[in-house]
């Protein structure tokens, strides 16, 4: 299992696709840098000494916005690295000469998870330090809302929604060819945005059928409830949970416990199966 890990971890290591998604990191992670640098340099210039509390707010905000796009940036990794890790070796033939060793099906697809899982939590862990790094070094009001132990159990959940992605992209990948796979997980990555912004519309509004879709949406696509958790535990409810909505993160929004343990179930669930059927599934 081990050796399936390692061996797919490198060989998405090579491929071109993680260099243009590196690139697109260094651009965001300078330009976020900037927008800091700007924001912080006037504030400490007193060009709004009499609004404190207004840089506080958009310090939280900018902060939410960096992580936001962040979250954005990792799931993009995560689906364009694993939506062929299984389906092509199946469509191209090399399956054959890595099954007929003494690996087991089983032990074939939780290897690919785990290699990409690996590639996924360390670019998640990177992103999230320097999105909470950068602010801090410029001595932002944020940081003094930023405890370390919300910290931790925001990278936690952080790293969490790249998992929960890639159960999803590995077990598509298992049943279908790559191009359907790749349709089929970025549908459902959009339609999580999408039932996000109405179940906090929704719950603001008092709107219930958009709160349901909203909530029957993220049964199917959790992955921006995960964002939302995470943000409601570093900032303790207290500021905008979804830049595209401006939807407040309390608790009227911010996921509940139980919707934790669902997406946990899930996650597994969605893992179970893609072992199920990938040691039914005909390779010849």
Same mark, same amino acid.
């Given at each position: ?36 640098? !700007?924001? #912080? ?5 007193? #060009? ?7 840089y506080g707010v958009a310090s939280q905000l900018i902060s939410v916005l960096g992580f936001y ?9 995560? !689906? ?16 054959? %000469? ?10 074939? *697809? ?9 590639? %996924? ?10 999105? *909470?790094?950068?602010?801090? #070094? ?13 910290? *931790? ?11 929960a992605i890639l159960s999803l992209s590995i077990f598509g990948s298992s049943v279908f060819k ?36 909203? !909530? ?18 570093i900032f303790s409810d207290s500021v905008i949970s979804n830049p595209m909505t401006g939807g407040?993160? %309390?608790? #009227?929004?911010?996921? %509940? ?28």
């Amino acid at each position: 299992m081990m050796t399936i890990a390692f061996t797919t971890l490198k060989e998405a290591l090579r491929k071109k696709l993680l260099l243009l998604i590196g690139a697109l990191s260094v651009i965001y992670i300078l330009l976020f840098t900037i927008i800091i640098y !700007i924001f #912080a340099k006037d504030m400490k210039n007193g #060009a709004m000494h009499d609004v404190t509390q207004i840089y506080g707010v958009a310090s939280q905000l900018i902060s939410v916005l960096g992580f936001y796009f962040s979250s954005m940036l990792v799931a993009l990794l995560t !689906i364009m690295t694993s939506i062929s890790s299984i389906s092509s070796e199946v469509e191209n033939g090399t399956i054959h %000469s890595i099954i007929t060793k003494p690996i087991k099906r089983y032990e074939y *697809v939780l290897g690919k998870y785990i290699g990409l899982g690996i590639l %996924s939590i360390t670019y998640a862990a990177l992103l999230f330090i320097l999105i *909470v790094f950068i602010p801090k #070094a410029q001595g932002l009001p944020v940081a003094d809302i930023m405890e370390f132990s919300g910290l *931790v159990k925001g990278l936690g959940f952080f790293i969490l929604e790249p998992l929960a992605i890639l159960s999803l992209s590995i077990f598509g990948s298992s049943v279908f060819k790559t191009l359907t796979n790749g349709v089929i997980v970025i549908a459902i990555y959009i339609l999580g945005l999408i039932g996000s912004m109405m179940e906090q519309i929704g719950s603001m509004i008092q709107n219930g059928s958009l709160y349901k879709f909203g !909530i029957l949406s993220s049964l199917i696509s959790p992955f921006d409830l995960i964002y939302r958790k995470m943000i409601s535990v570093i900032f303790s409810d207290s500021v905008i949970s979804n830049p595209m909505t401006g939807g407040l993160g %309390s608790s #009227a929004t911010s996921p %509940s416990i139980w919707m934790i343990v669902y997406i946990g179930v899930y996650l597994v669930g969605l893992l179970v199966f893609a072992v199920v059927r990938f040691s039914k599934r005909d390779i010849s």
